[in-house]
């Protein structure tokens, strides 16, 4: 089991920054791939960012390659999401989710066993 608690969301205009946190415990968080997904209002959850165990692989999507950075702690056992150059469409929920299975980084929500509950972000125009 793997218990997933996010942070760092809010309210920001366009163009500002934010930095989310995701926590983890239960496990050994140093042997699994980490993800971050978002929802928006009336839209399914979709991937934005993932990273390998190590943090030696990252992938983004293409929404948010140059604007986003995926980054892990280990030793914290936190991975993170620095948002720069926000944009009114990134307001959605945003969630972590943990790979239990050894399957890698994958796009797909199906690919990760453990969520967290989620934190907002709203970016205003």
């Known amino acids: 089991q793997v218990q997933l608690v996010e942070s760092g969301g809010g309210l920001v205009q366009a163009g500002g920054s934010l930095r989310l946190s995701c926590v983890a415990s239960g496990r050994t968080f140093s042997s699994i791939a980490m993800a971050w997904f978002r929802q928006g209002p009336g839209k399914e959850r979709e991937f934005v960012a993932g990273i390998s165990w190590s943090g030696g692989r990252t992938y983004y999507a293409n929404s948010v390659k140059g604007r986003f950075t995926i980054s892990r702690d280990n030793a914290k056992n936190t991975v993170y999401l620095q948002m720069n150059s926000l944009k009114p469409e990134d307001t959605a929920v945003y969630c972590c989710?943990?790979?239990?299975?050894?399957?890698?980084?994958?796009?797909?929500?199906?690919?990760?066993?453990?969520w967290g509950q989620g934190t907002q972000v709203t970016v205003s125009s």
């Open positions: 989710g943990a790979d239990g299975a050894g399957r890698g980084v994958t796009t797909s929500p199906l690919g990760y066993d453990y």
